[in-house]
């Protein structure tokens, strides 16, 4: 059975592993239905980091079988899909508000901060991304380390399987990419010639790349065991075997954006 989100952040324990800023320096407004084991939710978490409030939203409904997740609030196209796609189908989708941008800045003792937030599902990640992007502290480090397991609370309390969704650009970064300069990244990588380079899955389970290879997508498959640890949920979910689909897509492009998430999920739905 799903359980209940707000039961489950209300009751969370303290651990050295997890954010210390649960309910007590967190706040939601939100708007919730029960419908038996189903949550209609609709809600903002007010998340304090440092001395700022990062916004967490969700939307949609509880699924068993997985939720989705947009980490970069300037990824418009990916913001909007999710959204069509869980009010048609179900689902639950987060994403960070940060004022339209790529990047949380913070600001802790006076001194602001940082980062991307998908670079920071590990320690290594969070010191790189930070010391690319400005100021560095350990006291800093460890505020950015509870805000991603806030997230990861969020994202693996249970079995589904966790879809990223992500926009590019035009040549920027595509599926080809992993045959040039991030090759040690990549398993497996299958490119169909009449697809679009810049729409593509990264996943990391075979099982994953094999269905969507077969259904005449572009694909990668993340070396789990080699992969540079750059911090990115893809690293994390890989590194603990959790089930992980990013939905990589051209910006501007929402309907191949929302057909490649409806693959995604009803392929999960099957299983």
């Not at 651990?15 to 309910?23: G, Q, R």
């Amino acid at each position: 059975m799903f359980l209940f989100i707000l039961l489950y952040i209300l009751s969370f324990p303290y651990s050295d592993e997890v954010s210390s800023n649960n309910l007590k320096n967190s706040d939601f407004t939100d708007d919730i239905i029960n419908d038996c084991d189903i949550i209609y939710w609709d809600s903002v978490i007010r998340y304090n980091l440092g001395n700022d409030i990062i916004e967490i939203r969700i939307n949609g409904k509880s699924s068993d079988k997985y939720i989705l997740i947009n980490l970069h609030e300037n990824e418009v196209t990916s913001i909007n899909a999710a959204k069509e796609i869980i009010d048609n189908f179900g689902g639950y989708f987060i994403y960070i508000s940060q004022s339209g941008e790529r990047n949380i800045k913070f600001t802790l003792d006076s001194i602001p901060y940082a980062f991307d937030p998908n670079r920071i599902f590990t320690r290594e990640g969070i010191k790189k991304t930070m010391h690319n992007l400005g100021n560095f502290s350990l006291e800093a480090e460890n505020e950015v380390f509870k805000f991603a397991n806030y997230l990861l609370d969020f994202l693996t309390k249970d079995s589904v399987c966790i879809i990223a969704v992500h926009n590019n650009y035009d040549g920027n970064y595509s599926a080809k990419s992993y045959y040039r300069k991030n090759k040690q990244d990549a398993k497996r990588v299958y490119i169909n010639p009449s697809e679009d380079v810049d729409d593509f899955f990264f996943v990391v389970q075979e099982r994953d790349f094999d269905f969507f290879k077969s259904q005449g997508y572009n694909v990668v498959l993340q070396d789990n065991e080699n992969v540079n640890d750059d911090g990115s949920l893809s690293v994390y979910c890989g590194k603990n075997n959790i089930r992980y689909i990013n939905v990589e897509v051209q910006e501007g492009k929402l309907q191949t954006q929302y057909k490649m998430i409806l693959s995604a999920i009803n392929y999960l739905s099957e299983k």
